[in-house]
T-cell receptor
Framework: QKEVEQNSGPLSVPEGAIASLNCTYSDRGSQSFFWYRQYSGKSPELIMS????GDKEDGRFTAQLNKASQYVSLLIRDSQPSDSATYLCAVNNAGNMLTFGGGTRLMVKP | DAGVIQSPRHEVTEMGQEVTLRCKPISGHNSLFWYRQTMMRGLELLIY????????DSGMPEDRFSAKMPNASFSTLKIQPSEPRDSAVYFC?????????????FGDGTRLSIL
């Protein structure tokens, strides 16, 4: 079992819809969680961090964390074609580093 | 503020040649990471430095790979000799400490092609 798992997608949503991206992790001791967006041919770009159970909102993005169920999700409201990218989930591990999931490719269709 | 700076952006070289990738972390960041990204294996951590000291190099694929951080503002990743299977995008990232609890900021990457 991978330490951080994401559905590779592609996840296809129509413009204006809510995109829901999910991530599960195996280390119950993990405390820090990050979402990165990576456009094709570009580097990963941090979009959200979350450390406590519950929801954290930033503009059209909402990160949700449930430590008991060991999942973290990212919701993108009013999805735009410019949101089409690969979204990487990252979770801290016991070695004080981040473990990245394989990423979910999101396609927002006009 | 300047982000993480990597050079070169692209490198094409022949098998067997030495390749050196360079990275300048964000000023004030004391953790530095080298990653490799391929379609097949995704984003893989190669090595992690904290305060210029290598902390975890378990991701370095073999002895052909080496990394140094002589000071807080510069790191290199060297491959000698290079092989076609080393072709990938290599990213450098930096963060504040403690590394696992701070977001990492990535450079633009070096796209490496070994012929």
């Amino acid at each position: 079992q991978k330490e951080v798992e994401q559905n590779s997608g592609p996840l296809s949503v129509p413009e204006g819809a809510i995109a829901s991206l999910n991530c599960t992790y195996s280390d119950r001791g993990s405390q820090s969680f990050f979402w990165y967006r990576q456009y094709s041919g570009k580097s990963p770009e941090l979009i959200m961090s979350i450390y406590s159970n519950g929801d954290k909102e930033d503009g059209r993005f909402t990160a949700q964390l449930n430590k008991a169920s060991q999942y973290v999700s990212l919701l993108i409201r009013d999805s735009q074609p410019s949101d089409s990218a690969t979204y990487l989930c990252a979770v801290n591990n016991a070695g004080n580093m981040l473990t990245f999931g394989g990423g979910t490719r999101l396609m927002v269709k006009p | 503020d300047a982000g993480v700076i990597q050079s070169p952006r692209h490198e094409v070289t022949e098998m067997g040649q030495e390749v050196t990738l360079r990275c300048k972390p964000i000023s004030g960041h004391n953790s530095l990471f080298w990653y490799r990204q391929t379609m097949m294996r995704g984003l893989e951590l190669l090595i992690y430095f904290n305060n210029n000291v290598p902390i975890d190099d378990s991701g370095m694929p073999e002895d052909r790979f080496s990394a140094k951080m002589p000071n807080a503002s510069f790191s290199t990743l060297k491959i000698q000799p290079s092989e076609p299977r080393d072709s990938a995008v290599y990213f450098c990232a930096s963060s504040l400490s403690p590394a696992g609890h701070q977001p990492q900021h990535f450079g633009d990457g070096t796209r490496l092609s070994i012929l």
